[in-house]
């Protein structure tokens, strides 16, 4: 498979005109790298030091211990210099470690570095055979062999520059966004961010506080949203969607739907008289449904923008809010969706997570009965600014419970339903159970049926020593047997659970409190195929490296940070949407964005415009294109990742890849035939 | 727990519920009350009310249509409570009668103008009772110490003169049908009927005999079949103009009804315009915008009810 890694390379002024023509005869040195033990232990690397210098066009080859560390790129180096190499092999280990390295080593040279080439004769021969050292030798003189059928064949390259787009796409105004916005903004890119709710701030800007310090969520989150909603640089496109990105890293295009709302931004004060004179109320989603809002409504009180929206579903159209709204004139009732479009280099994505709605799990007796709810649900109840005025009180009697139950791992780590771990869940229930007990004393009894605690960062294990001094019960249970009665007469509920040693935990409470699953968001799959993501098994964005690149996606420019990833709380996703800026800064500070030109090239003579490639393109990077009385095929540089396929499905063998051209394959192909495995 | 929408239909009534943490929406109708008049259908600014003509094998038990409410579609406004003349649809927000549409004057109250004088009525309290078709008038009578007492004529001369009549009338659920005032004797009560209009029936259409539509009218004597030409024909001095004849009627066309004012309290809200216009016509609307002096709604009402091909110009 043709690599192809995104590189940070100074930016060269010219495009690449024609390919560069090497005229010499190729003359390769070979570097065969001992790894430590790595690679010696298992392959006679004298031996096949031997063989490399046999091969046609090879007039240097030896071995040494890590060519990968100055000391060995200083003799690559002085090599290319003495022995006139134009062509070099590096035989060790997996070309996405070190080819980079050694790109820049040859270039350093005076030599072009797609005149380079690796063998790897570490993951591919010592690692897969190290029982059979005979064997793998021979293997990584074949390796080396074909490398050198290709090296000699080799043609000298010029990156590809890309202009740069100075702006930038957030998509979700969460705790993520809002950090990555403000980020960038500060450092003077332009940022758009689009939020499909009528206001930014996510599900941070529902929460009452934050563990473990628990510090008032709104009063933190507040000030960084009102601070997005004024910047001079970002510009919120809210209570709207993303409907297409077309273009590549550098310059994006995106069209956005923005819904209407039945009041102009530019005119509404957020003074909330049309709310006042509105007749209607429904159930208000940032509630979760436990209140009421009008029908001209902000969500809530520290709503950015503070733009009114009309809900049409439910509003009877008396025009009272049109009358209150007067000589302002926000109101109006011929709003159309409106369709925009934006010019960025680089998208965030940061979407964040919904949650999971635990009616169709039976054994909890949500949605049956009344007094158990779901944590968020008991979040707006004990906000002080919630519908209940920050009153624990029963659904069923109005009255403060004497108990309440907190049940674990709802829907999450369940492969029935989630089989992941929600993570932020046992640490929420600490802070429920904490409040609650802080509040109401020996008034209230707290009991948390958990399976594992997993309090696992800074400060949280200290907290949940506070949650067992404050006198909170923990009872270690089974995920499986879990089950929740109710009595009929006192609407009161009963747990039933199993303890690991199987003996039977009853709790008796006025009151119970589900830990859902968070879950990716339902709207996921759609934003995954607008951008050209993919989604993982679990329904998360999947990131391009888990380990040391877990906010970069696979399309260059598209990065993503906070819970649209994986399941993270607040200050993992803060760091996420801060690094998210970071990176898309490296690309928006260039005035160019240098790649790799192993991508595809049409030779637009060949072409009969037949589309077969735009087809069986997985990146969309190929499109058709009018050129003059034909069409002809056309790749979008920024989005080619090399892989070739286009190149094998075209009829008409017009489609180029640079340096996996047919006669190269072919090379590489004669050069594993032409001498049988040595063991027969 | 989640927020639960709930509806349930018994014989006698159907009621529809909104159950949240902090609010309690009920909408209720009494199926005896409710006569099939299609009014809150009309009214109804979500089309959530459906009123629909009884089938045939209804017909055997009920002539009357039925009323049904969409529960996705009611947003529990209680327009339908304020606009039915029956009083039949009951909105209580937590228990309580609230109506946040006539508080916020999104929709008017029907004006039920009756006067009632108790010199002028009839001593037999049976007879000023039953002057109403819907037995909403009822009379009691009390001593001058404020003692109840039940039938006067049984006093003795010296407390016959002195005890006093209270009429006690269901303004809630009355229809202004103004039935009472003709059995009534003249100056004791005086009504307006809240709407005016006209109802007349096609001989021509109305099959011989068949009394589908007097058997749903509630008020006794507005329809009647006529032995001459065994045709149903109407007076029209106790018609309310609620179409529940028209509903129950299976012959198309063979009863004609066109309401063309509401009397209401004053009120400027384009839900009431829209309803206004249902319930009417478009014509009568812009009469009662133009007596209001709504230059800007009846410029609306006049872009909305043009033919499409002339609206741009």
């Known amino acids: 498979m043709p690599k192809k890694t995104l590189k940070q390379k100074p930016p060269t002024s010219q495009k690449p005109k024609k390919p560069l023509k090497t005229t010499q005869p190729p003359r390769i040195g070979v570097f065969i790298c001992q790894c430590g033990t790595n690679i010696a232990s298992v392959i006679n690397v004298q031996e096949v030091t031997d063989y490399a210098k046999t091969l046609p066009n090879v007039v240097h080859a030896e071995n040494m211990n890590y060519p990968c560390s100055r000391q060995g790129q200083q003799t690559i180096k002085t090599t290319i210099k003495t022995q006139k190499l134009n062509r070099v092999i590096v035989a060790g280990c997996s070309p996405r470690l070190y080819e980079p390295t050694f790109q820049t080593c040859v270039s350093e040279a005076q030599l072009n570095p797609w005149l380079f080439e690796m063998a790897n004769i570490r993951e591919f021969a010592s690692y897969c055979h190290k029982t059979t050292p005979k064997e793998a030798t021979e293997k990584a003189k074949d390796t080396i062999r074909i490398a050198v059928a290709k090296t000699r064949l080799l043609e000298p390259l010029k990156p590809i520059e890309l202009p740069i787009t100075k702006k930038v796409l957030i998509i979700g105004g969460g705790i993520a966004g809002i950090n990555a916005a403000l980020d960038l903004a500060d450092m003077n890119f332009k940022v758009y961010m689009v939020e499909k709710t009528e206001t930014i701030g996510g599900y941070m800007a529902l929460l009452d506080k934050t563990f473990p310090t628990l510090d008032c969520s709104i009063c933190i989150e507040g000030p960084k949203m009102v601070d997005v909603g004024r910047h001079p640089n970002i510009e919120i496109i809210s209570y709207a969607d993303i409907q297409k990105v077309t273009g590549n890293i550098g310059n994006f295009n995106v069209k956005i739907r923005k819904n209407p709302r039945y009041v102009i931004a530019a005119n509404c004060t957020g003074c909330g008289e049309c709310r006042d004179a509105c007749p209607i109320e429904y159930p208000n989603y940032a509630d979760m449904y436990l209140g009421v809002r009008k029908a001209i409504s902000i969500p809530f009180g520290q709503a950015v923008p503070l733009t009114h929206t009309i809900n049409r579903d439910y509003c009877i159209e008396c025009y009272k809010c049109v009358d209150a709204c007067g000589a302002r004139q926000a109101i109006d009732f011929d709003q159309k969706p409106q369709e925009i479009t934006i010019n960025v280099g680089a998208i965030i994505l940061s979407t964040g997570y919904d949650m999971y709605n635990p009616k169709d799990l039976e054994w909890t007796g949500y949605g049956k009965h009344q007094n158990v709810f779901t944590a968020l649900e008991f979040e707006r109840l004990i906000l002080a600014a919630g519908p209940t005025g920050g009153k624990v009180v029963r659904a069923s009697d109005g009255q403060k419970p004497h108990s309440v139950a907190f049940i674990q791992c709802v829907g999450s780590r369940d492969i029935n339903h989630y089989e992941y771990c929600s993570s932020f869940c046992c640490m929420y229930t600490l802070k429920h159970a904490v409040m609650l007990k802080e509040k109401y004393r020996e008034a209230i009894e707290v009991n948390v049926l958990y399976n594992d605690m997993r309090s696992n960062f800074k400060g949280y294990e200290e907290f949940f020593n506070r949650a067992q001094k404050s006198g909170v019960k923990f009872t270690r249970v089974k995920l499986e047997n879990r089950r929740v009665t109710e009595d009929p007469k006192t609407n009161n509920l009963t747990i039933h659970a199993e303890t690991e040693n199987e003996e039977i935990v009853t709790v008796h409470a006025e009151m119970v409190v589900l830990a859902n699953a968070a879950i990716p968001t339902q709207t996921s799959p759609e934003i995954a195929k607008i951008l050209g993501l993919q989604l993982g098994k679990d329904g998360f964005f999947i990131e391009c490296q888990p380990k040391i690149r877990p906010t970069d996606t696979s399309v260059p420019g598209i990065f993503m940070a906070g819970a649209c990833q994986g399941l993270k709380d607040i200050p993992y996703s803060v760091a996420q949407g801060s690094a998210a800026a970071a990176q898309v800064a490296s690309v928006l500070s260039r005035d160019s964005w240098s790649i790799e030109p192993l991508i595809a090239q049409i030779n637009e003579d060949l072409c009969s415009g037949c589309g077969v490639c735009e087809s069986a393109c997985s990146y969309r990077a190929i499109s058709l294109q009018r050129k003059g009385d034909k069409s002809v095929a056309k790749v979008a540089d920024g989005l080619c990742r090399g892989c070739g396929i286009c190149s094998s499905a075209c009829p008409m063998d017009a489609v180029k890849m640079p340096n996996y051209s047919d006669n190269q394959i072919v090379a590489q192909i004669q050069a594993v035939t032409e001498k049988k495995a040595i063991l027969k | ?313």
């Open chain 2, 1 to 313: 727990m989640p927020l639960r929408t709930t509806k349930k239909e018994t014989d006698q009534a159907l009621s529809l519920e909104w159950a949240l943490h902090v609010r309690n929406y009920q909408l209720t109708l009494d199926k005896n009350k409710c006569v099939g008049c299609q009014i809150c259908s009309l009214a109804c600014p979500k089309e959530a009310v459906k009123t629909t003509k009884p089938t045939k094998t209804q017909q055997q038990k009920t002539q009357k249509a039925t009323v049904d409410v969409d529960l996705a579609k009611c947003n529990f406004c209680g327009i339908c409570d304020a606009a039915c003349p029956y009083g039949a649809i009951k909105l209580t927000i937590d228990g309580k009668h609230e109506l946040n549409v006539i508080e916020k004057q999104s929709f008017p109250t029907l004006t039920r103008d009756i006067q009632a004088d108790p010199n002028k009525f009839p001593k037999n309290h049976k007879e000023a009772e039953d002057a109403c078709p819907l037995s909403l008038i009822k009379i009691t009578y009390t001593l001058p110490d404020g003692e109840p007492t039940e039938n006067p004529t049984s006093l003795t001369e010296p407390d016959r003169s002195w005890y006093k009549t209270n009429i006690n009338i269901d303004k809630d659920h009355c229809t202004c049908c103004t039935a009472c005032t003709t059995k009534l004797p003249d100056g004791a009560i005086h009504v307006h009927k809240f709407i005016t209009g006209k109802l007349k029936i096609n001989p021509t259409k109305c099959s011989d005999g068949c009394t589908l539509c007097l058997d749903t009218c509630p008020i006794t004597g507005t329809l009647y079949l006529s032995h001459q030409d065994n045709k149903i024909h109407v007076n029209e001095a106790s018609c309310i103009y609620c179409g529940a004849c028209k509903l129950a009627c299976p012959v198309d066309e063979a009863l004609e009804l066109k309401r063309t004012s509401i009397n209401h309290t004053p009120i400027r809200s384009g839900t009431w315009n829209k309803a206004l216009e249902r319930l009417t016509s478009p014509t009568d609307l812009t009469k009662e915008l133009k007596t209001k002096g709504s230059q800007k709604a009846r410029e609306a009402v006049r872009k909305r009810t043009m033919p499409e091909d002339q609206k741009d110009a």
